[in-house]
């Protein structure tokens, strides 16, 4: 596997990272006790970190881009194995 295609699946597990633990930690202003501002909608979050998000995405991006690498390179799940329907064939020996 060539780098560039694993800086292309590094940055495709970081977007989903991201996006996928966006929701955890974050706080409103009615769990926190705080006061709206006005105008402020009631879901807006009170301790937003983009940089603590950016590190967490960061870490499972690189590990998800390392299982994925390890399972390309050494064949544990192939698209045999996940054939559900039975519609492939079998791979040639």
Do not use: C, K
């Amino acid at each position: 596997m060539q780098i560039t295609s694993i800086i292309a699946i590094y940055a495709l597990f970081w977007v989903m990272s991201a996006f996928v633990l966006l929701p955890f930690g974050i706080r409103t202003p009615n769990e926190t006790g705080d006061s709206l501002v006005p105008g402020q909608a009631d879901s807006a979050p009170v301790n937003f970190r983009p940089g603590r998000l950016a590190m967490r995405a960061t870490i499972l991006a690189a590990v998800l881009t390392a299982f994925f690498v390890a399972n390309y390179s050494q064949g544990w799940i192939t698209v045999q194995d996940i054939d559900l329907l039975g519609q492939l064939s079998p791979p040639p020996e």
